[in-house]
């Protein structure tokens, strides 16, 4: 059994990001367990390629959710990155760092040092923004963040003109002094490749000798000597095997998994271990609960003009965007589909935006789990514009199904399960319906095909949300940061509460959810986390 300082298990956003902070001054031995294999794949690194790794056997965890009630007892299809990189490698790239109210809102929650003033500098660190360094972008970091203003598809400004007609203003930059607004996303991408946490910070730090990267090792259960974590259990290659931490060891294994593997290790509510026959170490019943998750719907309309249907369905145009990204690194292959976007508040009610934009110069039918692994666009001209709601109040929970590390977990977000829920996302179908009509938009839209132009008043509205809304892929919380033990799984440190050696850093310690896209904010997660833990290491 091999020695570490550290012992980090996932190699996802914030786990790349700490195995390359905790090794880069040389004085710490570092270990980094992933259970996926190699990001050294086609469909990882050409950005479009997400798409292939929605459903990919190898690269995603392809989980599913319970029934959800609110969804007439549908189950949710979650994606989660099953290799270096974690969801970093599969998602869809875009880049929203959250509004500085959530981080403030963290620190009133008792969480001193993760205000937005706090993180703010570290947001500008982890950045590389093509565009240059200002108040709040960084230049020189790890992360390179791309413009695409210039080369999103045609159909991407009658979005924009007709979002400004609607009511919203132009915003350049939804990182920058406002999120508030409509405009084209920012992308986490570097020459056309996909830049991912692996390509960011991992691939770098992996020549030096204190780091060892363990791919394919599934962590099994963490290894406790009293309240203290001292190590590892993990499986690689059909081997049962153990790695130790000397100082810590180091929970970023992901919303779903950070979770499963406390309670899988005797940290958790004692009920459930009981049920399943582990010993408890740790009794906290809150691992796992204040589960959340953005969730969305689109509309989707027929278009008089051609959109990437027609470039992205037929043999010939597949095969001239595949050779024009293979010479040049350009081209639809090297966007996400994730074009336009925005923030917006769906009633004055609301203090800040409440609501995120998606506007996609493509329409697809999503493939069924398990069953195609692609997303094909449909064989007529068509796009989406769709909607997710930024501060969902329904709250779900995930516990363990089995003592077996390798069977999933029980996931029930509990979607749409209070009225405030519903009432903002009915708001913001109404919207969408508004935005369909400006001029601009009419000048693209020759029909709407979902959720149908039958569909009008609120209770139909109501049941078409009920019946097509689906996950934004952004889960988060199920390791609550928080000052109270009884409440909250780790303090403003991270560090687990209750036991020693034991921290958590990644998206499952958010107290609340961020506005927007998750990945900047655990890769911000990951920056913070390392400094805590350099400092404590003093």
């Given amino acids: 059994m091999e020695d570490f300082d550290y012992v980090i298990v996932g190699a996802g956003s914030a786990g790349c990001v700490l195995a390359s902070r905790l090794s880069e001054n040389g004085r710490y031995r570092v270990a980094l367990l992933e259970a996926g294999g190699?990001?050294?794949?086609?469909?990882?690194?050409?950005?479009?390629?997400?798409?292939?790794?929605?459903?990919?056997?190898?690269?995603?965890?392809?989980?599913?959710?319970?029934?959800?009630?609110?969804?007439?007892?549908?189950?949710?299809?979650?994606?989660?990155?099953?290799?270096?990189?974690?969801s970093s490698s599969i998602n869809a790239m875009v880049f929203i760092r959250g509004q500085a109210e959530d981080f403030d809102g963290w620190q009133a929650l008792g969480n001193p040092g993760w205000s937005y003033a706090d993180v703010l500098p570290l947001f500008r660190r982890m950045e590389d923004n093509l565009a240059g360094a200002d108040t709040w972008r960084g230049r020189g970091?790890?992360?390179?963040?791309?413009?695409?203003?210039?080369?999103?598809?045609?159909?991407?400004?009658?979005?924009?003109?007709?979002?400004v007609e609607a009511g919203l203003a132009r915003n350049p930059d939804f990182n920058g002094a406002t999120q508030e607004g409509v405009g084209i996303y920012q992308i986490t991408t570097r020459n056309g490749f996909r830049c991912s946490a692996a390509?960011?910070?991992?691939?770098?730090?992996?020549?030096?000798?204190?780091?060892?990267?363990?791919?394919?090792?599934?962590?099994?259960?963490?290894?406790?000597?009293?309240?203290?974590?001292?190590?590892?259990?993990?499986?690689?290659?059909?081997?049962?095997?153990?790695i130790r931490a000397r100082r810590e060891v180091i929970l970023s294994a992901g919303a779903i998994n950070s979770p499963q593997l406390l309670q899988l290790s005797g940290v958790g509510d004692p009920a459930l271990l009981a049920r399943h026959g582990i010993p408890v170490v740790h009794a906290a019943p809150q691992v796992g609960q204040n589960l959340q998750d953005h969730i969305g719907f689109d509309h989707l309309y027929r278009s008089r003009r051609p959109t990437l249907n027609?470039?992205?369905?037929?043999?010939?145009?597949?095969?001239?965007?595949?050779?024009r990204y293979v010479l040049t690194r350009s081209g639809p292959l090297s966007l996400s589909v994730n074009q336009g976007g925005g923030f917006f508040r769906t009633?004055?009610?609301?203090?800040?935006?409440?609501?995120?934009?998606?506007?996609?110069?493509?329409?697809?039918?999503?493939?069924?789990?398990?069953?195609?692994?692609?997303?094909?666009?449909?064989?007529?001209?068509?796009?989406?514009?769709?909607?997710?709601?930024?501060?969902?109040t329904s709250r779900g929970a995930l516990t363990i199904a089995s003592a077996d590390p390798f069977?999933?977990?029980?996931?029930?977000?509990?979607?749409?399960?209070?009225?405030?829920?519903?009432?903002?996302?009915?708001?913001?179908?109404?919207?969408?319906?508004?935005?369909?009509?400006?001029?601009?938009?009419?000048?693209?839209?020759?029909?709407?095909?979902?959720?149908?132009?039958?569909?009008?008043?609120?209770?139909?509205?109501?049941a078409d949300i009920r019946a097509r809304s689906g996950s934004v892929f952004h889960p988060c919380g199920t390791c609550v940061m928080g000052p109270d033990?009884?409440?909250?799984?780790?303090?403003?440190?991270?560090?687990a509460h209750g036991l020693?050696?034991?921290?958590?850093?990644?998206?499952?310690?958010?107290?609340?959810?961020?506005?927007?896209?998750?990945?900047?904010?655990?890769?911000?997660?990951?920056?913070?986390?390392s400094d805590l833990i350099l400092q404590d290491a003093r």
């Avoid at 977990?409 to 969408?432: C, G, K, M, W």
């Fill in 38 to 86: 190699s990001d050294l794949n086609f469909w990882v690194r050409m950005p479009i390629g997400y798409g292939k790794a929605f459903y990919h056997d190898r690269l995603n965890w392809k989980y599913m959710t319970e029934p959800v009630p609110g969804f007439g007892n549908r189950q949710a299809y979650w994606p989660r990155g099953k290799v270096i990189g974690g």
């Fill in 500 to 529: 020693d050696g034991l921290r958590v850093v990644d998206a499952s310690i958010f107290p609340r959810i961020t506005s927007g896209n998750l990945n900047a904010p655990t890769i911000m997660v990951g920056e913070k986390g």
């Fill in 199 to 242: 390509t960011a910070y991992l691939a770098p730090a992996r020549r030096r000798p204190n780091l060892q990267v363990l791919s394919s090792a599934h962590a099994t259960r963490l290894l406790f000597e009293g309240r203290r974590a001292v190590g590892v259990e993990y499986r690689q290659g059909g081997a049962l095997r153990q």
């Fill in 347 to 392: 009633s004055p009610e609301h203090a800040r935006p409440n609501m995120q934009l998606y506007f996609s110069p493509v329409s697809y039918t999503r493939a069924v789990p398990g069953r195609r692994a692609l997303m094909s666009p449909d064989v007529f001209s068509g796009f989406l514009v769709g909607v997710s709601n930024c501060h969902p």
């Fill in 485 to 495: 033990p009884a409440g909250a799984v780790v303090d403003a440190r991270l560090r």
């Fill in 407 to 462: 069977a999933a977990p029980l996931i029930q977000p509990n979607y749409l399960s209070t009225e405030e829920d519903v009432r903002e996302l009915l708001d913001a179908a109404h919207f969408l319906r508004r935005l369909s009509q400006t001029g601009p938009m009419r000048e693209i839209i020759e029909s709407e095909i979902r959720p149908g132009p039958d569909i009008v008043d609120d209770d139909a509205l109501i």
């Fill in 310 to 323: 027609d470039v992205l369905r037929p043999w010939l145009g597949r095969l001239k965007v595949g050779l």
């Fill in 141 to 163: 970091g790890p992360l390179t963040v791309t413009s695409i203003e210039d080369v999103v598809h045609p159909l991407c400004r009658n979005y924009v003109e007709g979002s």
